[in-house]
């Protein structure tokens, strides 16, 4: 019964290999995007911080995307 | 609604997938021969201008009860229900390769009736059943 | 009427979906594989090698729908200037790369212990291969053209072109002899997919829209914080 499920009659190296690659390639390229984003909300927040006190406060008011990022990287962080 | 530029946006783009479509379209056409992949009984009986000496492919069902294996290899007729050709093969065949199943033999043709194959690949239809329902549908 | 389809809107929605779909994505893929590897039946002709068509098949069919959508809204955003659609098709293309590419190697593998070759040039598997290079050039063009104006008309072009191609890949396997064989399941005809493989073959389908929903969503959001980052300094 496991041996059948594993070798499928000759067929099993052909239908694992295509479900393994299909898995492991589609895995590459979720660490690869999350990767970058993460990259991305970092250096956005780096230029954030560097903007002075009351530039920063005006920014924050007027952009939910920067308040987003930066109440989703504090809670990570 | 739309402004003048947009208007004329929307005809240039009409213009120019027109275009595209139509040359693409005599490319196709032109072409038409080699995107074949393989010809039928039929149409190799019917054409005039045979090449003996170049490869080419021809492709149909293997015809029931026509399999015939020995030492050599196997010899089997590749039907379209019109018109039949003779197959001679020696290799392995394909686990798909079966009577009443479709069938493609590369090679060159020795006369119009008599094929030699150096390859033979197992076409399979679109149909996709469990194996209890083999005997239901007949085939 | 485009206010909806603002960055800074969507970006809050996004958000929102990605953490819907993070928490259903693998409940769904494990139903999935135990279906199509273990409890779907073999085939009665092909045995256990048409279980690569629950992988091969839903690949292909969204290697086709990302072109599709990135050509509809490379023409949308030609006709009336809106550059938002850019930056979705930017984000679109590396997924429709990779499952036109999942479809082309998993159909070599399928092909080989079925067929007996694991690539031939027939018209439908080579359409495919031109479909994958104009994935390639679309993404290479966002890379590698730095002049703005150009990059968008240039990859407009290049999606008009392979939209081309999109019908020559459906229709291949009817208009010319190819080895591979005609479309299963047609709109409107019944198919001639047994009930217990149509199950994990749309669940599969399920898994991989789902997933190329989350890549979509992450490099979406990329892009509007990389927008957002240029212009920060002036709000």
Not at chain 1, 59 to 64: D, M
Not at chain 2, 21 to 44: C, M, R
Request: aromatic share 14%.
């Amino acid at each position: 019964m496991m041996s059948n499920f594993i070798f499928m009659n000759g067929y099993g190296i052909f239908v694992w290999s295509s479900f393994g690659l299909v898995l492991i390639s589609g895995f590459i390229l979720f660490l690869k995007t999350r990767k970058t984003l993460k990259k991305y909300e970092k250096e956005f927040l780096l230029e954030l911080q560097t903007l002075p006190e009351a530039k920063k406060k005006h920014v924050l008011e007027n952009s939910k995307i920067a308040n987003k990022i930066l109440v989703e990287n504090s809670k990570t962080n | 609604m739309l402004t003048k530029k947009v208007k004329n946006r929307i005809i240039f783009l009409i213009v120019v997938i027109f275009i595209f479509i139509i040359s693409i379209f005599f490319v196709l056409k032109s072409l038409n021969e080699s995107i074949l992949y393989f010809h039928t009984p039929t149409e190799i009986n019917q054409k005039k201008n045979l090449s003996f000496d170049k490869k080419m492919r021809v492709g149909g069902m293997v015809k029931k009860k026509s399999i015939l294996s020995d030492s050599k290899g196997v010899k089997f007729i590749i039907t379209d229900l019109k018109n039949e050709i003779i197959v001679s093969y020696s290799g392995t065949v394909p686990n798909l390769f079966a009577e009443g199943k479709g069938v493609i033999a590369e090679g060159k043709l020795k006369d119009k009736k008599f094929f030699i194959a150096d390859k033979i690949l197992a076409k399979h239809d679109e149909n996709y059943m469990p194996p209890e329902l083999k005997t239901k549908s007949g085939n | 009427m485009f206010n909806f389809f603002s960055p800074t809107n969507i970006f809050l929605i996004l958000s929102r979906i990605q953490k819907f779909i993070n928490s259903i994505f693998f409940p769904i893929l494990i139903v999935s594989l135990v279906f199509a590897l273990i409890l779907s039946p073999p085939d009665r002709i092909q045995g256990d090698a048409m279980r690569i068509m629950y992988v091969h098949v839903p690949s292909a069919w969204l290697g086709l729908a990302c072109f599709s959508a990135i050509t509809v809204l490379s023409i949308l955003a030609f006709i009336f200037k809106i550059k938002n659609f850019f930056y979705i098709n930017k984000s679109l293309a590396p997924i429709g790369l990779l499952f036109t590419f999942l479809a082309i190697v998993t159909g070599s593998l399928w092909g080989e212990p079925t067929w007996g070759t694991w690539w031939v040039w027939d018209a439908r598997l080579t359409s495919m291969m031109f479909l994958m290079f104009f994935y390639i050039s679309y993404i290479l063009c966002f890379k590698f053209i730095k002049k703005e104006q150009l990059m968008l008309k240039v990859s407009s072009l290049i999606a008009i072109l392979g939209a081309i191609n999109l019908p020559i890949i459906k229709y291949s396997v009817d208009w010319w002899t190819t080895l591979h064989q005609p479309a299963s399941i047609k709109l409107g005809v019944s198919n001639s997919i047994h009930s217990t493989m149509m199950l994990p073959l749309l669940s599969m389908l399920l898994v991989l829209v789902l997933y190329g929903a989350l890549i979509f969503l992450m490099k979406y959001k990329t892009e509007i914080i990389r927008i957002k980052k240029k212009s920060i300094k002036r709000l």
